[in-house]
């Protein structure tokens, strides 16, 4: 059978007919759609986890219990679920144990452009690299046979062009799982590390690496292609489709598993071939790693370690470096390709946008200074961000945040800056999700330290910057069945927060109330800021207009940053097909001369 898969929908049919029983996961650009393919499937059972760690833990405890298991998560997830993962390469599994980890170069959708590579360098365990939807597919059954060979996770690395992208998968296999139930074997030596187990786990882990260095040699995706040229190219992954591209004269040595590497097969490969180069995405993994087997290799040197790569930018290597000739010039013609730059914005509608105004607005960040858009210095408030699509808020013209560095980081970062001794009110804002995954903590550790901090949940009802997965939060679980909904204010209060209030994200008046009452407080309070994501609601109806008698250009309406209000020189309109209408109307009480009203109020003919 002949499917087109993107690479996450492959990973998920290889890992379904591999015989995956339990698949948890965080969602996460690019890895999204791994768990949410594996969710459609009755007879797997696949949750959203609260965070990445908790993913790891599940996962792990059921290849403890004897069932094929799998993780899946973004390159900064794999960070949150580091420690859960360090402990399963030390004890190793019962059953096989997949760890799916999508990278992000150019860094689309992320906070770094971290590779994740070095985690098994660091853990000590196997990966592998798949090319194309196709090895995609067939190297989750690989990963899974592995990790019960040799009683270890296996790391399966993508990127965002790999996860991303579609190409034909010749689907060969059905789902094979073995007839056995769950059965945990007790075995205290292997799974509980007290120190005494520990140091004798840390000796068979040396051994594993060892034996995994003499199977690379033989795993099937390690292969040589010869070329008429005698520069050779050691490359994996994405990386292997662009430099086939630039270099198809090349020989190229393609590898599918690139850790622990196949050094008889590279010493092979580099004996024949003049000069030996590596071409990889981000960090010099694989040259230094190579280097380090005392085999002259280039790379890096030439290739950038920033962003993503493409045949273009290697071929222009190439050519610098010498491993091609120089290029003839070309006659440049007047054409550019470049696209016009459209800055990320919140939604029309979005729930946030009316506090993030408020916020704005008591701090005094609408006053500008020079040409770059920067908060003025008389700035009243220090607002610490997190991970989410709410981050746009730093954007002009809202201007509301003053930080964003990881998940859950602006309740600690607000409280240390609290703590610090600055003379500004502290205001930290997180996402409903974001709160359940890595805020929590952090409110709890506010609690007992005293802190006075003002913290603003933004409850929209879904995970949204990834495509509306459910959470906690929700009560749906990630194959659309009814559970335990955690209320997040009751949730707040049982931390030990007794001054809670639930605000209407679209009532500006009730919002400012509360966030000016929470600032004059003495004590920690919590705003939870409610509303449902624009993108979610089904019916819209009454699109705000502007009536051109009344309104005189004062441009406070655009503050909002709403993408359906819209200014030329000569007049403030709102498009009505993108205006939500009557569920926001936050532009129709900001308006000081009350220009702006119900379409069905006015008339459309009228004020066009």
Not at 158 to 187: E, G, L, W
Not at 421 to 446: E, R
């Amino acid at each position: 059978m002949i499917k087109l898969l993107s690479g996450n929908e492959a990973l998920a049919l290889g890992a379904y007919h591999a015989g995956v029983k339990v698949a948890a996961a965080y969602p996460g650009t690019p890895s999204t759609e791994i768990l949410e393919s594996l969710a459609d499937y009755d007879d797997v059972y696949a949750e959203w986890s609260t965070n990445e760690q908790a993913a790891m833990e599940v996962a792990l405890g059921a290849a403890y219990a004897g069932v094929r298991a799998m993780v899946s998560l973004k390159q900064v997830g794999l960070n949150v679920a580091s420690d859960a993962f360090m402990a399963a390469a030390t004890t190793g599994v019962s059953a096989g144990m997949v760890v799916v980890c999508a990278d992000d170069p150019g860094i689309h959708s992320s906070q770094n452009e971290q590779d994740s590579r070095h985690y098994v360098k660091l853990a000590k365990v196997p990966m592998l690299e798949p090319a194309d939807s196709q090895e995609a597919y067939e190297f989750m059954a690989y990963a899974f046979d592995i990790s019960e060979k040799f009683d270890t996770p296996v790391l399966v690395r993508t990127t965002t062009r790999i996860s991303h992208s579609k190409s034909v998968v010749k689907v060969d296999r059905t789902r094979a799982v073995p007839a056995s139930q769950a059965v945990f074997q007790h075995n205290v030596a292997k799974y509980v590390m007290l120190p005494a187990y520990a140091r004798l786990r840390h000796q068979l882990v040396e051994e594993r690496l060892v034996k995994l260095a003499d199977f690379s040699e033989t795993f099937p995706s390690n292969h040589i292609l010869r070329g008429e040229h005698r520069l050779g190219v050691v490359t994996s992954g994405v990386s292997y489709q662009y430099a086939i591209d630039a270099l198809p004269q090349a020989s190229f040595l393609k590898l599918g598993m690139t850790y622990p590497l196949p050094q008889n097969l590279l010493r092979q490969f580099a004996a024949q071939v003049d000069k030996l180069v590596v071409i990889e995405e981000l960090d010099p993994f694989l040259q230094e790693n190579i280097q380090a087997m005392g085999i002259k290799v280039s790379g890096k040197e030439f290739i950038p370690r920033a962003g993503e790569l493409n045949p273009d930018i290697i071929e222009q290597a190439s050519r610098s470096a010498g491993w091609l000739p120089k290029a003839p010039a070309r006659e440049k013609i007047g054409i550019t390709t470049e696209l016009a730059k459209r800055p990320p914005l919140l939604c029309p509608g979005c729930p946030h946008s009316g506090i993030f105004f408020v916020l704005s607005s008591i701090g005094q960040r609408s006053k500008l200074s020079g040409s770059k858009g920067k908060p003025s210095k008389e700035s009243k408030l220090i607002i610490t961000g997190d991970i989410g699509c709410y981050t746009l808020g730093a954007y002009p013209p809202l201007l509301a945040l003053d930080t964003t560095a990881c998940m859950g980081a602006s309740i600690g970062l607000a409280l240390g800056m609290e703590k610090a001794g600055v003379s500004s009110k502290v205001v930290a804002v997180i996402g409903d999700s974001t709160f359940m995954h890595a805020g929590i903590t952090g409110l709890v550790n506010a609690v007992y330290n005293s802190g006075r901090i003002t913290l603003i949940i933004l409850d929209n009802g879904t995970t949204a910057m990834t495509g509306h997965q459910d959470h906690p939060g929700t009560g749906i679980s990630a194959q659309g069945k009814e559970t335990t909904k955690v209320e997040l204010e009751s949730l707040v209060r049982g931390i030990g927060v007794s001054n809670v209030r639930v605000v209407d994200a679209f009532n500006l008046k009730a919002l400012r109330a509360s966030v000016r009452s929470s600032l004059d407080s003495t004590e920690l309070s919590v705003i939870i800021v409610r509303g449902s994501c624009s993108m979610l609601v089904p019916k819209r109806s009454g699109p705000r207009v502007i009536d051109n008698e009344k309104c005189n250009q004062c441009d406070v309406c655009l503050l909002i940053g709403c993408p359906a209000i819209q200014s030329d020189s000569e007049r403030i309109t709102i498009d009505t097909a993108l205006c939500v209408g009557d569920i926001c109307t936050i532009c129709q009480q900001l308006c000081p001369r009350q220009a702006i009203s119900r379409q069905s109020e006015t008339g459309a003919e009228e004020l066009a």
